[in-house]
């Protein structure tokens, strides 16, 4: 039998979930996508976090749908309009048609620490408002997204998700939204992702302003490829690895800069490119008309070309 200070740490770390979960909870919903001609539905979780009816959740439960429904945890179905989806961070924002909403702000996720408690809400594999509690068991942690684009930094839990948990909310023991759950490693126990709220406040300010979140593009194809070591000891470069060119689109930004197929991108703005990820980390909406300098090997010397990069173009 336990003795009585185990039962009382016991007692308080389940008040402590058994709070932030009655602060969340009615705010969390039951996403619902319905299945259309040619294509299946789907179920996720969402957060309605203001309250006029916005709902955060992933933009991969959403899919391409228009509208989707909602079960609240009071009960109510209501209809919401998908307004946008960023698919390199796994986000996306709805509108719900009730009114006298449950909501829940956002929290801030700068101070989590590993080792910290946390409780993922959802409704997995269709059951409602279902809890999982666990640790925050690293930081600044990566996922690749549909769009081919890192997510990161990735907040890494063993709390436990499961098929249509995504989107639903990771709080703290005292109710603070720190993170959108977005994805498990399947066929592995206790190695789950969310979305850190800082990110996501960052998105769903870009995507409620724009309809989508504006990034930089020089117009180009490219892979990681390694540089020999001779070349990188010759010309004194940061690292040995770097962004093979493989396709230039003609009068694209990296068209007018100069730059050509086996060219081997090196350097960009004022940092060393050693790959695809490195270079997409760099191509934010800061830089769109901003020339930059683009270092790059070729025939075994650095050419320093200076690029304008462009707005991508919107999605689909």
């Known amino acids: 039998m336990p003795d009585d200070q185990d039962a009382r740490l016991l007692d308080a770390y389940s008040r402590a979930v058994v709070d932030a979960v009655a602060a969340v909870g009615p705010a969390v919903v039951k996403v619902h996508v319905p299945a259309r001609r040619g294509g299946a539905g789907g179920t996720g979780s969402g957060l309605i976090f203001t309250p006029d009816g916005f709902v955060l959740t992933n933009a991969h439960v959403v899919g391409d749908a228009s509208s989707v429904e909602l079960l609240l945890a009071d009960g109510r179905h209501l209809g919401a309009e998908v307004l946008a989806r960023d698919q390199a961070t796994d986000l996306a924002v709805l509108r719900a048609s009730g009114h006298n909403l449950p909501w829940r702000m956002l929290g801030d996720s700068h101070d989590l620490r590993p080792g910290q408690v946390v409780i993922a809400l959802g409704s997995p594999y269709g059951f409602q408002h279902t809890v999982t509690a666990g640790v925050v068991s690293a930081l600044g942690r990566s996922l690749r997204s549909t ?8 907040i890494q839990t063993d ?3 499961n098929p249509g948990n995504s ?12 993170g959108i759950n977005t994805a498990a490693i399947l066929g592995v126990q206790g190695i789950s992702f969310a979305i850190p709220v800082n990110t996501a406040r960052h998105v769903v300010s870009s995507l409620l302003r724009d309809g989508r979140v504006r990034r930089s593009v020089l117009g180009l194809s490219g892979q990681d490829v390694a540089l020999p070591r001779r070349v990188v000891r010759a010309l004194g470069l940061e690292r040995e690895r770097g962004v093979g060119v493989v396709q230039v689109i003609d009068e694209s930004a990296a068209a007018v800069a100069g730059a050509r197929p086996r060219d081997v991108i090196v350097s960009f703005g004022a940092s060393a490119v050693a790959g695809i990820d490195d270079l997409h980390r760099l191509l934010t909406d800061e830089i ?3 020339p930059q300098p683009m270092a790059v090997v070729r025939h075994d010397e650095v050419r320093r070309l200076v690029v304008i990069p462009r707005e991508e173009a919107p999605g689909p």
Request: hydrophobic share 50%.
């Open 147 to 154: 769009a081919g684009r890192l997510i990161e930094p990735l």
């Open 167 to 178: 989107g639903g909310p990771l709080v703290t023991s005292r109710g603070e939204v720190i």
């Open 288 to 290: 769109i008309g901003v």
């Open 159 to 161: 709390a436990a998700l």
